[in-house]
Nanobody, 121 residues
Framework: QVQLAESGGGSVQAGGSVRLSCRAS?????MAWYRQAPGKEREGVAG???????TYLDSVKGRFTISQDNAKTTLYLQMNSLQPEDSAMYYC??????????????????WGQGTQVTVSS
C-alpha cells in the first residue's frame, strides 16, 4: 500500500526553474513523474528505480533531473530551462509490488493529486 503527496508546482517565466517534490509511503519498485497538458495524453517525463537508474522523455533530457532521497521516501523533479510547452499538470506515480514498464501509465498503481506548472513566455 502506497500513498503519495506532492508539492512544488507554480508559475514561472520561460527559462526559469522549478523543483517538484513527492513524499511516498510504502514500498515501491519504481517511481516516475508524468504530465498532462489540456487536450493531450498523459506522458511519462522521468522515471527512477530503486537502484537509482533514471530515464527521461527525450524532450526534457538535459533539462530535467529526477532523484530520490537515501530512504527512497521522497521523489524530486528538478526542472531547468523551462519552456511554455512544459506547461502541464505534473503527477507523481509509483509502482507497487508488481514491476512494470516505466513509460506506461498503466504500470503505475498509485498516483498523486497533481501539481500545476505554468510557464509563461
Amino acid at each position: 500500500q502506497v500513498q503519495l503527496a506532492e508539492s512544488g508546482g507554480g508559475s514561472v517565466q520561460a527559462g526559469g526553474s522549478v523543483r517538484l517534490s513527492c513524499r511516498a509511503s510504502g514500498y515501491t519498485y519504481c517511481m516516475a513523474w508524468y504530465r498532462q497538458a489540456p487536450g493531450k495524453e498523459r506522458e511519462g517525463v522521468a522515471g527512477i528505480n530503486r537502484e537509482g537508474r533514471t530515464t527521461y522523455l527525450d524532450s526534457v533530457k538535459g533539462r530535467f533531473t529526477i532523484s530520490q532521497d537515501n530512504a527512497k521516501t521522497t521523489l524530486y523533479l528538478q526542472m531547468n530551462s523551462l519552456q511554455p510547452e512544459d506547461s502541464a499538470m505534473y503527477y507523481c506515480a509509483a509502482m507497487g509490488g508488481r514491476p512494470g514498464i516505466w513509460s506506461s501509465k498503466d504500470s503505475y498503481e498509485y498516483w498523486g493529486q497533481g501539481t500545476q506548472v505554468t510557464v509563461s513566455s
